[in-house]
């Protein structure tokens, strides 16, 4: 048996051992609806055939990628004009940077392309600030798609999309209408999507609601998939296409996990069809630019929001692994936080 068939095997066997799981945390395992179970996962494996075996689903998904990778490149523009120039530039040649020397491969297979703030004229590996890139080319990219979505949600272009999505996770696992479309608006945003069921809110049953919240947490949005692209695009080129068809079969994987763990017990008042998404007639309907501003502004609070959370974070994780790497050096052991933890995870 090869070992990438191995590997395989134990990712499938791992789709019912978390089936399992969920089974025994179930609320009410008797009425568990199966059929959104088997459905639910006979779905995943379909669409994750389609998209790595059939040729032309798999051709859609690298123009998919070509095509988001070109607007993460436009969305660079913006930062080099607010950041570029002075002590810090947006080079596009890596030979520039530092000469053909080592140093200079170096940092160019690190952050990759095509553009890198380079700070003065002389680096090396040493001295090479990696949250300085982290900031000015990651961060960016989340304000960018942000904005992107608002307006593409604006013009009304990702709505029929989701309403595609939402009918056909209707259809074949036979839940109800306003979770369908809340998860499938989130292959396109994060927790926000709850927004599209808005009106529906007050009388969704408790299976409904953990099925909202499950698709939330358990997918990601565009704009951090941008962050996630911005450090993988380098070394994995079609990174891109890979979360896009990520974020799709996560949704069914989130649907039977939710009704395993909380079963519908009563009748949802959605369902049978999908809604549409309802706007407040009240409410003045904003501009594009409006949109584009809203969207930039979020953008900005989520850019802050994770800044702050990776520092916190790294500052807490280096703090711990210091005190590991202590009390190592009192056992006489090399081990830190991160080698036991990966140890531990190794055999799981």
């Known amino acids: 048996m090869s070992h990438p068939l191995y590997l395989n095997l134990i990712s499938f066997c791992g789709i019912f051992a978390l089936c399992f799981i969920a089974w025994l945390s179930s609320e009410h395992r008797r009425l568990i609806p199966w059929k959104v179970i088997i459905f639910g996962i006979g779905l995943q494996l379909v669409m ?19 095509a988001l990778n070109a607007i993460l490149d436009a969305s660079e523009a913006g930062a080099r004009f607010m950041l570029g120039g002075g002590n810090s530039a947006f080079v596009p040649d890596p030979e520039l940077m530092v000469g053909p020397g080592p140093a200079g491969r170096w940092i160019y297979r690190a952050v990759g392309t095509p553009y890198v703030s380079v700070p003065g004229d002389r680096l090396t590996p040493d001295n090479l600030n990696f949250g300085f890139i982290f900031a000015f080319r990651s961060l960016p990219q989340v304000v960018f798609f942000s904005a992107l979505i608002a307006l593409l949600y604006r013009l009304g272009v990702i709505q029929p999309v989701v309403q595609v999505f939402a009918r056909l996770f209707r259809a074949t696992m036979s839940i109800s209408g306003a979770e369908s ?54 070394t994995f080129p079609t990174i891109t296409g890979h ?25 949802p008042k959605t369902l049978g069809k999908v809604p549409t998404e309802e706007e407040d007639p009240n409410q ?17 609070r989520m850019a802050v929001g994770i800044a702050a959370v990776v520092i916190a974070i790294l500052g807490l994780v280096a703090l711990v692994n210091t005190f590991f790497a202590y009390l190592a050096n009192l056992a006489a052991s090399d081990n830190s936080l991160l080698q036991l933890i990966g140890n531990i995870f190794s055999v799981i």
């Not at 994750?48 to 990628?65: D, E, H, K, S, Y």
């Not at 408790?206 to 450090?231: H, K, M, P």
């Not at 979360?243 to 009748?267: G, Q």
């Not at 630019?289 to 953008?299: E, H, Y």
């Open 243 to 267: 979360l896009m068809s990520a974020s799709v079969l996560t949704i069914p994987a989130c649907f039977v996990m939710a009704k395993l763990i909380v079963p519908e017990t009563d009748v």
């Open 48 to 66: 994750g055939l389609l998209i790595f075996l059939f040729a032309p689903t798999r051709q859609f998904i690298l123009g998919l990628n070509d």
């Open 181 to 234: 479309l809340s998860g499938a608006a989130n292959i396109f945003v994060g927790i926000e999507s709850a927004i599209a069921v808005k009106p529906f809110l007050a009388d969704m049953t408790r299976s409904e609601l953990c099925a909202i919240l499950t698709c939330c947490f358990g997918s990601i949005a565009s704009t951090v998939l941008a962050l996630y692209t911005s450090f993988l695009r380098p």
């Open 284 to 300: 003045k309907k904003p501009s594009l630019i409006d949109s584009l501003i809203v969207g930039a502004s979020d953008g900005v």
